[in-house]
């Protein structure tokens, strides 16, 4: 795989990943965490979730709650180490921007969620024009 | 080297990073710092930071504050993935707590920061009695 198509395979899970957070779809949302590696996770000021199970259980509280807001991403760069992918973005909840770091790993030919530790941010720089949301 | 050396080498390289600090060694800790990729940081409240210059320009400039207070890690935790490496841990500032994410990437026989992010958190779990610090 190119390293251009391999960058866009680890933007593409990382869309994936806020799509199934927005659209509260957890079995979807478990499918993109690996199951080969311990996966790890910090939601804002919560502790260190370590293991599949603490931190699956914490996407579903966090899902099942029917007033979650929705979750925009926004401005994500991707950066690959190997087998290990980087993704670097912001996150926009009602208006608030968190600024999260998502970790995958190559499993195949796809990436597979690790790690997530999202966290309080000023706001994200513009929307570059590709970025712009195109009506459908 | 086993899993074990190599996770503890981990460990070390996240110690060397956080004496650093401490120390308000710029010298010490841009020597921790990847040269061979490009790095990444994300400090509390900041926007996302990309590359050698910005990060090391950022670290420069709070390790330059006089009045920067110590800080502690605490129940750092190691997570190797082939040739990347995960430290997770709590950071102790004057009593308030963050939780930080740093990515190192094997570099030779060391780990090498690529990644830093740090956010609020509740306190970190109480020490175990390994990680009681010892008299000098």
Redesign the interface.
């Known amino acids: 795989m190119s390293a251009i198509a391999d960058r866009e395979a680890l933007l593409f899970a990382n869309e994936a990943f806020y799509q199934a957070f927005s659209a509260r779809d957890i079995a979807a949302l478990d499918a993109l965490w690996s199951k080969a590696?311990?996966v790890?996770c910090?939601h804002?000021?919560?502790?260190?979730l370590?293991g599949r199970d603490e931190v699956m259980a914490s996407w579903t509280r966090i899902l099942a709650n029917p007033d979650a807001p929705k979750i925009e991403c926004r401005a994500p760069?991707a950066?690959v180490?190997?087998?290990?992918g980087?993704v670097?973005c912001?996150e926009l909840i009602s208006g608030q921007a968190l600024?999260a770091?998502n970790?995958f790993?190559r499993e195949g030919r796809t990436w597979k969620l690790?790690?997530h530790?999202?966290?309080?941010?000023?706001p994200?720089?513009a929307p570059t024009p590709e970025e712009t949301p195109r009506p459908n």
């Open positions: 590696e311990p790890l910090i804002p000021g919560w502790p260190a370590a760069r950066h180490l190997g087998d290990v980087l670097l912001y600024v770091t970790v790993r690790v790690h530790q999202a966290g309080p941010a000023p994200p720089p």
